[in-house]
């Protein structure tokens, strides 16, 4: 492409990112201000990054892919279902994730573990679980960050890759994850208003939308229908994954750590699950458009699905137009990157020592450095391994689901979970997915096309959890939901789900006296 006018406005998206992590380096005290934006983030602000953060290069590349390939079953599968899940989290964790991070200074997924459970077994294994899993999906993004910035720049992909890595890793370094949410908010407000520009116009560009459909329907009509293209037991399973894992997601958790006040949860559900639907719109119009245009003869039949978003965008748009979309595509992919970059280095650096006995001191200095680290192995990775996205599949959206939903969701609201589960159904989570994965890439295992690994995955992993609970037991006296909700020096008198009882005005841990359930 490397247009003049592309070029410009890629640096000055650039700049905006970069002051935008220099202002938040202002704000930088200590690692409750790195990690989780000083728990102070208003709704709308915290809506935006949490479905920008989730809407990735997975969603908008992948997902304009698999409509190219499904038809409308893709937009059943993740179109529908995702913004549900959206909801279902907010109103199953938002308010008592906020209020247990409030009570116990919770900063992640793990530190929830530590505090739930009183076990350095669970919480060493969610730490490994979420750092392995952060890395796999940050080499991904810089995969999606090499070939993208080299198509606006000129630049070979190698070059693109560190570019914009160093580009991520500037202002999250500087700014932690309060530079990464109001990023997020830029980078999200770009996505919806580009998904939109660009539905309309690829529909028009294949001709309108009821021809459009009329020229799929002529060869390919099993696209536009329900039971389509994969086995309804697939779609099912498919959706089920998106629609329970989207609870599972730390990227989404986490910003419930960082919310000022937990009263505004119900809004912010409500922004995040629109928006997140308005950017299915990208994949929709790109997508069908593509399918269309091939069949017409307008556009090469792609070998490789996930090339369908990348080739309209820089073969059919004007070059001006194509370069700016594919910003906005990179800004997708950006606002993953920048969470999941703190995400890691927070499990690095003071998760995983936390949970051997071992004191970081100037935590702050040390998850810069744990970001930087991160950064560099992601981009070594992408530069020498051939099986990035791969890994992004392994240990993406399902691995995280199936960790998390068990050890996390239920834990918080039932009793009788136990630390033995929790390690178990992680380990399983991660090297389940790893290997199933694998054997089936390399065809040494041939699974049914009705079957959906990372949604089975995702109900074995549940069941596993609810089972190993059930015959085995905590060790630790304060592994249990009245200290989770009470609090260090409250005793049990934080109310439980249900419960009408406020928590003393005299406690000085406690940040307001709503209900953790309240919405």
């Not at 290069?57 to 892919?65: K, N």
């Not at 116990?104 to 530590?114: A, E, F, N, T």
């Not at 549940?462 to 905590?474: G, P």
């Not at 005793?491 to 940040?511: F, I, K, M, V």
């Given at each position: 492409?490397?247009?003049?006018?592309?070029?410009?406005?890629?640096?000055?998206?650039?700049?905006?990112m970069?002051?935008?992590?220099a202002?938040?380096?202002?704000?930088?005290?200590?690692?409750?201000?790195?990690?989780?934006?000083?728990?102070?983030?208003?709704?709308?602000?915290?809506?935006?990054?949490?479905?920008?953060s989730?809407?990735s290069?997975?969603?908008?590349?992948?997902?304009?892919?698999q409509?190219?390939?499904?038809?409308?079953?893709?937009?059943?599968?993740?179109?529908?279902?995702?913004?549900?899940g959206?909801?279902v989290?907010?109103?199953?964790?938002g308010?008592?994730?906020?209020?247990?991070?409030?009570k116990?200074?919770?900063?992640?997924?793990?530190?929830?573990?530590?505090i739930?459970?009183?076990?350095?077994?669970?919480?060493?294994?969610?730490?490994?679980a979420?750092?392995?899993?952060?890395?796999?999906?940050?080499?991904?993004?810089?995969?999606a960050?090499?070939?993208?910035?080299?198509?606006?720049?000129?630049?070979?992909?190698?070059?693109?890759?560190?570019?914009?890595?160093?580009?991520?890793?500037?202002y999250?370094?500087?700014?932690?994850?309060?530079?990464?949410?109001w990023?997020?908010?830029?980078q999200?407000?770009?996505?919806?208003?580009?998904?939109?520009?660009?539905?309309?116009?690829?529909?028009?560009?294949?001709?309108?939308?009821?021809?459009?459909?009329?020229?799929?329907?002529?060869?390919?009509?099993?696209?536009l229908?329900?039971?389509?293209?994969?086995?309804?037991?697939?779609?099912?399973?498919?959706?089920?994954?998106?629609?329970?894992?989207?609870?599972?997601?730390?990227?989404?958790?986490?910003?419930?750590?960082?919310?000022?006040?937990?009263?505004?949860?119900?809004w912010?559900?409500?922004?995040?699950?629109?928006?997140?639907?308005?950017?299915?719109?990208?994949?929709?119009?790109?997508?069908?458009?593509?399918?269309?245009?091939?069949?017409?003869?307008?556009?090469?039949?792609?070998?490789?699905?996930?090339?369908?978003?990348?080739?309209?965008?820089?073969?059919?748009?004007?070059?001006?137009?194509?370069?700016?979309?594919?910003?906005?595509?990179?800004?997708?992919?950006?606002?993953?990157?920048?969470?999941?970059?703190?995400?890691?280095?927070?499990?690095?650096?003071?998760?995983?020592?936390?949970?051997?006995?071992?004191?970081?001191?100037?935590?702050?200095l040390?998850?810069?450095?744990?970001?930087?680290?991160?950064?560099?192995?992601?981009?070594?990775?992408?530069?020498?391994?051939?099986?990035?996205?791969?890994?992004?599949?392994?240990?993406?959206?399902?691995?995280?689901?199936?960790?998390?939903?068990?050890?996390?969701?239920?834990?918080?609201?039932?009793?009788?979970?136990?630390?033995?589960?929790?390690?178990?159904?992680?380990?399983?989570?991660?090297?389940?997915?790893?290997?199933?994965?694998?054997?089936?890439?390399?065809?040494?295992?041939?699974?049914?096309?009705?079957?959906?690994v990372?949604?089975?995955?995702?109900?074995?992993?549940?069941?596993?959890?609810?089972?190993?609970?059930?015959?085995?037991?905590?060790?630790?006296?304060?592994?249990?939901?009245?200290?989770?909700?009470?609090g260090?020096?409250t005793?049990?008198?934080?109310?439980?789900?249900?419960?009408?009882?406020?928590?003393?005005?005299?406690?000085?841990?406690?940040?307001s006296?709503?209900?953790?359930?309240?919405?």
């Open positions: 492409m490397n247009n003049p006018v592309v070029i410009g406005v890629v640096i000055v998206y650039f700049v905006l970069f002051a935008i992590g202002w938040a380096n202002t704000k930088m005290k200590s690692a409750k201000e790195f990690l989780v934006a000083g728990q102070s983030l208003g709704f709308f602000v915290m809506a935006i990054a949490s479905f920008s989730i809407q290069g997975w969603g908008m590349v992948g997902g304009t892919g409509t190219y390939a499904w038809g409308f079953q893709a937009l059943i599968a993740v179109g529908l279902f995702a913004p549900f959206f909801a989290a907010w109103f199953l964790l308010s008592r994730l906020n209020w247990i991070g409030k116990h200074s919770v900063y992640s997924v793990p530190d929830l573990i530590r739930r459970f009183q076990d350095r077994t669970s919480h060493a294994t969610m730490s490994v979420v750092f392995i899993a952060s890395v796999a999906y940050m080499t991904a993004q810089v995969t960050i090499g070939v993208i910035i080299s198509l606006l720049l000129g630049t070979s992909v190698s070059t693109s890759a560190w570019i914009g890595s160093l580009v991520v890793a500037a999250t370094m500087a700014g932690g994850m309060l530079a990464a949410v990023t997020d908010l830029i999200g407000v770009l996505m919806v208003v580009m998904s939109v520009g660009l539905f309309f116009f690829a529909v028009q560009m294949a001709g309108g939308w009821v021809p459009m459909l009329d020229t799929i329907s002529t060869t390919s009509a099993e696209m229908a329900i039971e389509g293209v994969k086995s309804p037991t697939y779609i099912f399973a498919f959706g089920l994954l998106i629609f329970v894992g989207a609870v599972g997601q730390p990227q989404l958790l986490t910003k419930f750590l960082m919310l000022r006040d937990m009263t505004q949860l119900k912010g559900a409500a922004v995040a699950g629109i928006a997140y639907a308005v950017t299915t719109l990208f994949s929709v119009g790109i997508g069908l458009a593509t399918r269309s245009m091939t069949i017409t003869g307008d556009a090469p039949e792609l070998e490789n699905i996930d090339d369908t978003a990348i080739w309209f965008l820089d073969s059919v748009t004007h070059p001006i137009v194509g370069g700016i979309a594919l910003t906005g595509l990179l800004a997708a992919i950006m606002s993953s990157a920048s969470s999941f970059i703190t995400i890691g280095a927070s499990s690095m650096m003071r998760d995983l020592p936390a949970a051997f006995g071992v004191r970081v001191v100037r935590e702050l040390w998850s810069r450095i744990a970001t930087l680290t991160l950064v560099v192995l992601s981009v070594l990775l992408t530069l020498f391994l051939s099986q990035v996205v791969f890994l992004l599949g392994a240990l993406g959206w399902a691995a995280f689901a199936a960790a998390i939903v068990g050890p996390v969701v239920m834990s918080i609201y039932w009793e009788r979970a136990t630390a033995t589960a929790a390690t178990v159904t992680v380990v399983f989570a991660i090297l389940g997915n790893l290997i199933i994965s694998s054997l089936a890439a390399r065809d040494i295992i041939s699974l049914p096309e009705y079957m959906q990372g949604g089975i995955s995702l109900l074995v992993s549940i069941l596993l959890f609810y089972v190993v609970s059930l015959v085995t037991s905590n060790r630790h006296p304060d592994a249990t939901l009245a200290f989770l909700y009470g260090p020096g005793g049990t008198d934080r109310p439980l789900a249900g419960s009408t009882a406020a928590a003393p005005a005299t406690s000085p841990a406690a940040p006296t709503e209900r953790p359930d309240h919405v």
